[in-house]
């Protein structure tokens, strides 16, 4: 998207590494829209959502060239 081609290149301006984020592991289209944009995921965790356990992804991207 738009939104995140600009946020990116943001990033990339201020000499960022890399980006990291989480995304709950149950929502597939977050999952499918960040591996579209080259994340891969560093691992799975257990955090509390809304008063319940949930699993959610870390995911990364690497900035440099």
Do not use: P, R
Not at 13 to 18: G, I, M, V, Y
Not at 20 to 25: I, P, R, S
Not at 27 to 33: E, M, P, V
Not at 41 to 58: A, C, D, L, M, R
């Amino acid at each position: 998207s738009k939104l995140y081609e600009k946020a990116e290149k943001d990033i990339q301006e201020k000499e960022a590494e890399k980006i990291e984020l989480e995304v709950l592991a149950d929502n597939q289209k977050g999952n499918k829209f960040y591996q579209k944009q080259g994340f891969e995921v560093k691992n799975t965790e257990k955090v509390e959502f809304n008063g319940e356990e949930v699993s959610q992804k870390v995911l990364v991207k690497n900035l440099e060239s």
